[in-house]
T-cell receptor
Framework: GAVVSQHPSWVICKSGTSVKIECRSLDFQATTMFWYRQFPKQSLMLMATSNEGSKATYEQGVEKDKFLINHASLTLSTLTVTSAHPEDSSFYIC??????????FGPGTRLTVL | QKEVEQNSGPLSVPEGAIASLNCTYSDRGSQSFFWYRQYSGKSPELIMSIYSNGDKEDGRFTAQLNKASQYVSLLIRDSQPSDSATYLCAVNKGGTDKLIFGTGTRLQVFP
């Protein structure tokens, strides 16, 4: 299947700082990527759709000014968690797929905010 | 009603048995259906995709779709302890590429 990578795999930061997470499609171009968040023992919740060359679209309840998404190229989308707080601690996962249907997931980034 | 519903389990089956995982969805506009396997602490791994009514087989896995009943299932034949994981059903939101996930069914295969 298609390969999607994420970096970093885990990050610990202090409250109030910003954290950037990268999502790359390694063997295909992705005009659309998706960002999810998963809290312990819960399912994946779609946060936003990242569109190459245009603004991301956010799901209801997700603050676009807090979770900044940039999709500057056909292989890279970034999610920046601004002014992170402990409640933002979660497992952040991106997905993408050839053809646009977001079927393949990156390995995820575990964020811990102290 | 949740958009995608799954029994949380755990579903316990002995090694070598058939595990049957079920999922219902509410959006009649959905056209794409996926089963993912997620091990604890890892991201989901795509197992099967199905787009039309009927059965689709891939190795030990068979996905079944019934759009009239808004029901999709996954059968795992000859279950192995390594199959123990949480299985997530995902359905596209009608008319979009967005995936909506169920809460997952935890499968335990005991030797």
């Amino acid at each position: 299947g298609a390969v999607v990578s994420q970096h970093p795999s885990w990050v610990i930061c202090k409250s109030g700082t910003s954290v950037k997470i990268e999502c790359r499609s390694l063997d295909f171009q992705a005009t659309t990527m998706f960002w999810y968040r998963q809290f312990p023992k819960q399912s994946l919740m779609l946060m936003a759709t990242s569109n190459e060359g245009s603004k991301a679209t956010y799901e209801q309840g997700v603050e676009k000014d807090k979770f900044l998404i940039n999709h500057a190229s056909l292989t890279l989308s970034t999610l920046t968690v601004t002014s992170a707080h402990p409640e933002d601690s979660s497992f952040y996962i991106c997905s993408a797929a050839p053809g646009g249907n977001g079927g393949f997931f990156g390995p995820g980034t575990r964020l811990t905010v102290l | 009603q949740k958009e995608v519903e799954q029994n949380s389990g755990p579903l316990s089956v002995p090694e070598g048995a058939i595990a049957s995982l079920n999922c219902t969805y509410s959006d009649r506009g959905s056209q794409s259906f996926f089963w993912y396997r997620q091990y604890s602490g890892k991201s989901p791994e795509l197992i099967m995709s199905i787009y039309s009514n009927g059965d689709k087989e891939d190795g030990r896995f068979t996905a079944q779709l019934n759009k009239a009943s808004q029901y999709v299932s996954l059968l795992i034949r000859d279950s192995q302890p390594s199959d123990s994981a949480t299985y997530l059903c995902a359905v596209n939101k009608g008319g979009t590429d967005k995936l909506i996930f169920g809460t997952g069914t935890r499968l335990q295969v005991f030797p």
